[in-house]
């Protein structure tokens, strides 16, 4: 705990101590007459020590801040680059998620009607767009009565309705009491809109019509274009949520049927992340508890009682093969979207994040995509042409603040026309990459995505 929260806490055990009955002895003397008789004691109060210290010791909360000190959701920087914005807030602030699950934000687009186009719902409003997050973030019943029900009740474990889809349809982890929902109100891909209309975009029409032209290059102004490809055109980075319930991607028909691992009815994100949670001695590396990394961790797998035998990093059946083959699939669709032999995904083998622009995903692929498109943008893609051997697109919608030379630059790139399939194949991509665990999450829904796609392009 820091100095600051010590002597606060300090001066609030002080503060009730001191309005606690048992320090009333007796009654002040009147203005006139006799001092009255001494009145009589009053009973004990509780000791304000003892429900702080409940909490407050050294293998609770002071122990398990110090885990958290390990947390990206502690360290991360997205909550101050965020700050401020509505949209963002949601799922970058402490005090913008707690204010979507107290109002009940629902995760809809409507139609403005001086506009006449959809916007998003789902946003905090500018007074609750703050605050990185901390314990109460998760458990905001912190401190309500100094009970013991305060903790370790969480802010949400709701079904959670995918704002992708505008709502239609709801994840709902049920393992675990349902507790994983809490994580994936948050890790859930961020919506693709359409062009035309601002509204979200129709996977199942995407999916039943892969020949079809999302994007014309040829017609930038074509009012059937519904998505213009960019560097950044991508699903977010919370991919997690919507591959492990299964219910993310761009579905085509294809040789393997959309199921899911076992994985996502039986186990919970809190089974493999916060595994051996009793003290610090109790982490593997960096992982486990309150730091809620598994990466490093596999003692998790056969603790809760899921899988008879010991899985380690060297295990063929249940680590190894599944991953290598899911990152096998990675790779021949990254070769298979590519035009006149420039590759349509980008390449970004940063891992240093003192440079900024980190791919936190370079490991999981030979050729280090990082998910964003190979689309011609100095601004937010400096290092193109470094890494990118092969050349890069177009920009079909240059930015203004670029200048007369990079304006001139774009137009010496080839065009990038976009077919339903190339699209949709480039979303399954970028959710089966960021999904992180090379289909450990969800092996059977992860293969499907990405074996339907090759096989459409
Ligand atoms: C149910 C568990 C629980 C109980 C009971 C509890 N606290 Fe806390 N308290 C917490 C947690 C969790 C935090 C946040 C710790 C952190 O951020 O590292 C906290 C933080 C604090 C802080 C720092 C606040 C801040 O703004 O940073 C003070 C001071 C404090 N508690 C005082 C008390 C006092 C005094 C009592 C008893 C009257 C008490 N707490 C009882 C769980 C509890
Ligand atoms: C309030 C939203 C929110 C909730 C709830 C939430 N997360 Fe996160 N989580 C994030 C964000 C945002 C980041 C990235 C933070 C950053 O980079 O600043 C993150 C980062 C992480 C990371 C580190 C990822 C990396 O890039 O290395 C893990 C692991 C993680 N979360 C797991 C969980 C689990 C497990 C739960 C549920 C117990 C959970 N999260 C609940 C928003 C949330
Ligand atoms: C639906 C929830 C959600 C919303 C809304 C959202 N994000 Fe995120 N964002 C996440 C999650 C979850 C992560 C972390 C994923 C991880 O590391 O596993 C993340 C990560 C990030 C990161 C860190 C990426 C990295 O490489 O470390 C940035 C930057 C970011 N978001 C910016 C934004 C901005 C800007 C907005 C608003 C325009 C926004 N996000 C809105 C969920 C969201
Ligand atoms: C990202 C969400 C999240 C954040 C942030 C978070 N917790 Fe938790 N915490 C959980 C979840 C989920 C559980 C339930 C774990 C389980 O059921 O095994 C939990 C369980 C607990 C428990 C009971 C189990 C145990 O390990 O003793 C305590 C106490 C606790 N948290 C304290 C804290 C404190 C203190 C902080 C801040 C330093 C904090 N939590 C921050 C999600 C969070
Ligand atoms: C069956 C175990 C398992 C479950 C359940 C699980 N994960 Fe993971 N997760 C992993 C493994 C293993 C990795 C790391 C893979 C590696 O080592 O590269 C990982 C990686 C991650 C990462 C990247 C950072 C890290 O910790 O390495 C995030 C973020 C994440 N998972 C979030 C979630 C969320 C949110 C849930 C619940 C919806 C969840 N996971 C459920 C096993 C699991």
Same mark, same amino acid.
């Given at each position: 705990?820091?100095?600051?929260?010590?002597?606060?806490?300090?001066?609030?055990?002080?503060?009730?101590?001191?309005? %606690?009955?048992?320090?009333?002895?007796? =009654?002040? %003397?009147?203005?006139?007459?006799?001092?009255?008789?001494?009145?009589?004691?009053?009973? *004990?109060?509780?000791?304000?020590?003892?429900?702080?210290?409940?909490?407050?010791?050294?293998?609770?909360?002071?122990? #398990?801040? !110090?885990?958290?000190?390990?947390?990206?959701?502690?360290?991360?920087?997205?909550?101050?680059?965020?700050?401020? *914005?509505?949209?963002?807030?949601?799922?970058?602030?402490?005090?913008?998620?707690?204010?979507?699950?107290?109002?009940?934000?629902?995760?809809?687009?409507?139609?403005?009607?001086?506009?006449?186009?959809?916007?998003?719902?789902?946003?905090?409003?500018?007074?609750?767009?703050?605050?990185?997050?901390?314990?109460?973030?998760?458990?905001?019943?912190?401190?309500?009565?100094? =009970?013991?029900?305060?903790?370790?009740?969480?802010?949400? !474990?709701?079904?959670?309705?995918? *704002?992708?889809?505008? =709502?239609?349809?709801?994840?709902?982890?049920?393992?675990?009491?349902?507790?994983?929902?809490?994580? #994936?109100?948050?890790?859930?891909?961020?919506?693709?809109?359409?062009?035309?209309?601002?509204?979200?975009?129709?996977?199942?029409?995407?999916?039943?019509?892969?020949?079809?032209?999302?994007?014309? %290059?040829?017609?930038?102004?074509?009012?059937?274009?519904? !998505?213009?490809?960019?560097?950044?055109?991508?699903?977010?980075?919370?991919? #997690?949520?919507?591959?492990? %319930?299964?219910?993310?991607?761009? &579905?085509?028909?294809?040789?393997?049927?959309?199921?899911?691992?076992?994985?996502?009815?039986?186990?919970?994100?809190?089974?493999?992340?916060?595994?051996?949670?009793?003290?610090?001695?109790?982490?593997?590396?960096?992982?486990?508890?309150?730091?809620?990394?598994?990466?490093?961790?596999?003692?998790?797998?056969?603790?809760?009682?899921?899988?008879?035998?010991?899985?380690?990093?060297?295990?063929?059946?249940?680590?190894?093969?599944?991953?290598? &083959?899911?990152?096998?699939?990675?790779?021949?669709?990254?070769?298979?979207?590519?035009?006149?032999?420039? &590759?349509?995904?980008?390449?970004?083998?940063?891992?240093?994040?003192?440079?900024?622009?980190?791919?936190?995903?370079?490991?999981?692929?030979?050729?280090?995509?990082?998910?964003?498109?190979?689309?011609?943008?100095?601004?937010?893609?400096?290092?193109?042409?470094?890494?990118?051997?092969?050349?890069?697109?177009?920009?079909?919608?240059?930015?203004?603040?670029?200048?007369?030379?990079?304006?001139?630059?774009?137009?010496?790139?080839?065009?990038?026309?976009?077919?339903?399939?190339?699209?949709?194949?480039?979303?399954?991509?970028?959710?089966?990459?960021?999904?992180?665990?090379?289909?450990?999450?969800?092996?059977?829904?992860?293969?499907?995505?990405?074996?339907?796609?090759?096989?459409?392009?």
């Amino acid at each position: 705990m820091k100095l600051k929260n010590i002597s606060r806490l300090l001066f609030y055990a002080f503060v009730i101590m001191c309005i %606690a009955p048992s320090c009333v002895k007796e =009654g002040p %003397a009147g203005l006139t007459g006799d001092t009255g008789p001494a009145g009589k004691d009053g009973t *004990n109060g509780v000791d304000a020590n003892q429900t702080c210290k409940m909490c407050h010791n050294p293998t609770k909360v002071d122990l #398990i801040a !110090v885990q958290y000190e390990f947390s990206k959701h502690s360290y991360g920087e997205a909550a101050f680059e965020e700050a401020g *914005n509505t949209g963002c807030a949601p799922c970058h602030s402490q005090e913008g998620f707690k204010y979507v699950v107290a109002n009940k934000v629902p995760a809809t687009f409507t139609l403005n009607t001086t506009t006449n186009r959809y916007a998003n719902d789902y946003a905090s409003i500018a007074s609750a767009a703050y605050g990185e997050y901390g314990c109460s973030t998760c458990h905001n019943s912190i401190h309500a009565t100094y =009970g013991s029900s305060d903790l370790p009740s969480l802010t949400t !474990v709701a079904p959670v309705p995918m *704002n992708m889809w505008g =709502g239609k349809k709801i994840m709902d982890l049920k393992a675990d009491g349902g507790k994983s929902n809490l994580c #994936i109100k948050c890790h859930q891909p961020r919506p693709q809109t359409n062009l035309q209309t601002g509204n979200v975009q129709d996977y199942d029409g995407i999916a039943a019509n892969p020949t079809v032209l999302a994007y014309d %290059a040829n017609d930038n102004g074509s009012k059937t274009n519904i !998505v213009r490809p960019s560097y950044r055109m991508h699903v977010h980075y919370g991919a #997690i949520g919507a591959i492990y %319930a299964g219910m993310g991607g761009v &579905e085509f028909a294809g040789s393997l049927p959309y199921t899911s691992s076992k994985h996502t009815t039986e186990a919970s994100c809190i089974d493999c992340h916060m595994g051996a949670k009793g003290g610090l001695s109790d982490l593997v590396g960096r992982s486990g508890g309150h730091t809620f990394f598994a990466k490093g961790n596999l003692t998790t797998c056969n603790a809760t009682g899921c899988h008879s035998t010991a899985i380690t990093s060297a295990s063929t059946t249940l680590w190894l093969n599944p991953r290598a &083959e899911i990152k096998t699939l990675l790779t021949t669709l990254a070769t298979k979207l590519t035009v006149g032999g420039v &590759e349509i995904l980008n390449r970004n083998p940063n891992t240093n994040e003192a440079l900024g622009g980190v791919n936190l995903w370079a490991s999981l692929t030979a050729n280090k995509y990082d998910g964003y498109l190979n689309v011609y943008d100095p601004i937010n893609n400096p290092n193109f042409a470094a890494n990118n051997p092969s050349g890069t697109f177009q920009n079909p919608a240059p930015s203004s603040s670029w200048t007369a030379e990079q304006k001139a630059l774009n137009l010496t790139f080839p065009k990038l026309s976009l077919t339903n399939a190339q699209y949709g194949a480039i979303l399954n991509f970028q959710l089966c990459l960021r999904e992180y665990s090379l289909g450990i999450h969800n092996f059977n829904y992860t293969k499907a995505l990405l074996t339907n796609s090759i096989a459409k392009l």
